[in-house]
């Protein structure tokens, strides 16, 4: 059983300290970023929602007495995502009937990150706007001296095609690693509070995770914009269609975890798959966004308790 408001407390300090240590600098600062959301998720999970706002509410304290400019930051890397995604998924439904627990489906809190992450690239997209600032011409000047300081020098042909392609992607890649990193330490968060044994929740199975069926219509609508339309509007709804499609790499990985699930040589074809995704990353990436794609139309409609279909 979690042991209440000591632990919390704990959780709330390594979140702000782990955030401190990120932003100082270091060879461990990249790898730190990532874990920031941890403590935050894992106390939430194991306790609730309130345990999560009180530790989130410490760990800003913490970063807050050393650096104040810092906390839209924290708040956006580790309060935002750890709070949405303890809230969703400690939802849940009872039926009378039998004693059963309906928990809030994963799909679909996976799809409540992806709106938040959408929402944070449309905000920032509106404050420069607001600004009069051309948002493709902003974000192409920071790439370009981004790849001015890389420490290798690349041929002129290649630093080109780098400029060119992260200049147009850059801001749905900046909130696609966001959602990976809110979702991913919401998965180790769930299996540390489940090993332990203090979880709330049960664990779902991940290799089912399906997305509401109107997901790819909006996606459909955003890539026609970011098609048709021109300047920040088409830029901005070209990035947005690659955030909605995100998800549906998640999806995809599951179901090759599914595929595989019952071969004998299972560990071997996982491991060759991920060596191949990560060398073949930008043509992987839509090939499995694909595959989740066509699992997202072709799967079996499920039904509740209620006999309704699932939207």
Not at 28 to 33: A, V
Not at 97 to 121: F, H, N, Q, R, S
Not at 271 to 297: E, I, N, S
Request: hydrophobic share 60%; net charge positive.
């Amino acid at each position: 059983m979690f042991k209440g408001y000591g632990l919390t407390g704990v959780a709330g300090l390594a979140s702000g300290l782990v955030f401190l240590s990120a932003i100082g600098g270091g060879a461990l600062g990249i790898p730190l970023i990532h874990l920031v959301p941890l403590p935050l998720m894992m106390v939430g999970l194991s306790a609730g929602f309130l345990h999560a706002l009180a530790a989130s509410v410490l760990a800003a304290v913490v970063v807050a007495l050393v650096t104040v400019h810092a906390v839209p930051s924290f708040a956006v890397v580790a309060v935002l995502p750890s709070l949405l995604l303890v809230r969703q998924a400690l939802l849940r439904r009872w039926h009378l009937e039998t004693g059963d627990i309906d928990w809030y489906p994963p799909g679909k809190v996976l799809l409540w990150l992806t709106g938040a992450a959408v929402g944070l690239l449309l905000l920032g997209a509106a404050v420069l706007a607001s600004q009069g600032l051309n948002i493709e011409e902003l974000v192409g000047r920071h790439v370009l001296e981004f790849v001015n300081k890389m420490p290798v020098a690349a041929p002129a042909e290649v630093r080109d095609a780098l400029i060119g392609l992260w200049s147009a992607i850059m801001p749905a890649m900046a909130c696609c690693v966001w959602l990976t990193i809110a979702a991913l330490n919401g998965v180790l968060a769930q299996w540390t509070a489940a090993k332990a044994g203090t979880a709330i929740r049960a664990t779902p199975t991940y290799g089912d995770i399906v997305l509401p069926v109107w997901v790819a219509g909006v996606l459909a609508v955003a890539a026609a914009i970011g098609f048709l339309a021109k300047g920040d509007l088409g830029y901005v709804a070209r990035n947005v269609a690659i955030v909605l499609l995100w998800p549906h790499l998640f999806v995809g990985v599951a179901e090759i975890h599914r595929l595989l699930k019952d071969r004998p040589n299972r560990l071997v074809l996982l491991t060759l798959f991920y060596v191949v995704f990560v060398v073949l990353f930008q043509w992987a990436l839509f090939a499995v966004a694909g595959l989740g794609l066509v699992r997202h139309w072709t799967r079996p409609r499920r039904r509740d308790a209620g006999g309704q279909e699932e939207k």
